[in-house]
């Protein structure tokens, strides 16, 4: 990470991960810090993407709104998620001071009043909608949204994984009820959401899996053991297995005569980030993504 003004690297912060996919015309950065320094890191990671992407250019699969589409923060180590959200909305301040005419809405617990979700913010804001009225859009930080850079999503929530398992097939229809199927707001997973895209002639099952604090006493043994759990502050999170995502996935398309021809991690689980997370700052590798190869389950 470097401050663009005069090259100078950002203290205590890397770049563990970078992904990009051509057909979604996205690419996701994984960006780790201190509490103190990730703020002024994210802003100036995002005042670049600002400056070089035109959103009113966009054309791919995978739904967007802005041209830096989405800031999430999450806790790592030492840190609470109401810590997380007040650095969001810091954050979300900085951006439209730094870049006029930038637009941005606010989730989670940067979201202070409401504490409204992301998936529930993107649905009322129309991100999960093929075509997209820009100006009928009222974001919550800035004036009214621009074609070029349209409405960035800033805030901060238990950690997020991206799970892609892919289909061999292009039966973009079959895909999607594989994703109704596995998505928890229609009855499969906990704290899974999933669409189904066409990806490199394939179709791919993408997967953002959610941590959560809730989980029954009650559930078997078989049960508890589809959920990982990790500590934060104290604190008690789950998350649905990837590999238990990746079996449901592999059942449900065997019924319709369908293989998978593989499942990958887009970055990390809560766990490794933290490792890789405290090893990379630890040792100033600032650009840890140029020394990590390839994606993993």
């Given at each position: 990470?470097?401050?663009?003004?005069?090259?100078?690297?950002?203290?205590?912060?890397?770049?563990?991960?970078?992904?990009?996919?051509?057909?979604?015309?996205?690419?996701?950065?994984?960006?780790?810090?201190?509490?103190?320094?990730?703020?002024?890191?994210?802003?100036?990671?995002?005042?670049?993407?600002?400056?070089?992407?035109?959103?009113?250019?966009?054309?791919?699969?995978?739904?967007?709104?802005?041209?830096?589409?989405?800031?999430?923060?999450?806790?790592?180590?030492?840190?609470?998620?109401?810590?997380?959200?007040?650095?969001?909305?810091?954050?979300?301040?900085?951006?439209?001071?730094?870049?006029?005419?930038?637009?941005?809405?606010?989730?989670?617990?940067?979201?202070?009043?409401?504490?409204?979700?992301?998936?529930?913010?993107?649905?009322?804001?129309?991100?999960?909608?093929?075509?997209?009225?820009?100006?009928?859009?009222?974001?919550?930080?800035?004036?009214?949204?621009?074609?070029?850079?349209?409405?960035?999503?800033?805030?901060?929530?238990?950690?997020?994984?991206?799970?892609?398992?892919?289909?061999?097939?292009?039966?973009?229809?079959?895909?999607?009820?594989?994703?109704?199927?596995?998505?928890?707001?229609?009855?499969?997973?906990?704290?899974?959401?999933?669409?189904?895209?066409?990806?490199?002639?394939?179709?791919?099952?993408?997967?953002?899996?959610?941590?959560?604090?809730?989980?029954?006493?009650?559930?078997?043994?078989?049960?508890?053991?589809?959920?990982?759990?990790?500590?934060?502050?104290?604190?008690?999170?789950?998350?649905?297995?990837?590999?238990?995502?990746?079996?449901?996935?592999?059942?449900?398309?065997?019924?319709?005569?369908?293989?998978?021809?593989?499942?990958?991690?887009?970055g990390f689980t809560p766990q490794e980030c933290r490792i890789t997370a405290e090893y990379a700052i630890s040792h100033g590798i600032h650009e840890f993504?140029?020394?990590?190869?390839?994606?993993?389950?």
């Amino acid at each position: 990470m470097y401050e663009s003004s005069n090259c100078q690297k950002h203290p205590d912060t890397a770049v563990l991960n970078v992904f990009s996919n051509y057909d979604y015309n996205r690419s996701v950065l994984t960006i780790v810090s201190t509490s103190e320094q990730i703020g002024r890191s994210v802003v100036s990671s995002c005042v670049e993407g600002f400056t070089c992407i035109d959103h009113s250019r966009h054309d791919g699969v995978h739904p967007c709104l802005g041209s830096i589409d989405l800031v999430p923060i999450y806790p790592l180590s030492g840190v609470t998620l109401e810590q997380c959200g007040n650095i969001a909305k810091g954050i979300a301040e900085e951006l439209v001071t730094q870049v006029p005419g930038c637009n941005l809405f606010l989730f989670g617990y940067a979201d202070i009043l409401d504490m409204r979700s992301l998936a529930d913010r993107r649905r009322s804001l129309g991100w999960f909608r093929k075509t997209l009225d820009v100006d009928s859009i009222e974001a919550d930080i800035g004036l009214k949204p621009s074609g070029k850079y349209g409405v960035t999503g800033v805030g901060a929530s238990p950690y997020v994984m991206n799970c892609n398992v892919t289909l061999d097939t292009q039966d973009l229809t079959s895909g999607k009820a594989i994703a109704t199927a596995i998505r928890e707001r229609t009855g499969g997973l906990k704290g899974v959401q999933a669409m189904a895209f066409p990806n490199k002639g394939q179709v791919e099952i993408a997967c953002n899996v959610e941590s959560f604090r809730d989980i029954s006493e009650n559930i078997s043994e078989l049960e508890a053991a589809k959920y990982i759990s990790y500590n934060i502050c104290e604190d008690t999170f789950f998350y649905t297995s990837p590999r238990h995502i990746e079996a449901e996935v592999q059942n449900l398309a065997s019924c319709r005569g369908i293989k998978t021809v593989g499942a990958a991690l887009v970055g990390f689980t809560p766990q490794e980030c933290r490792i890789t997370a405290e090893y990379a700052i630890s040792h100033g590798i600032h650009e840890f993504w140029k020394k990590r190869k390839g994606v993993s389950m």
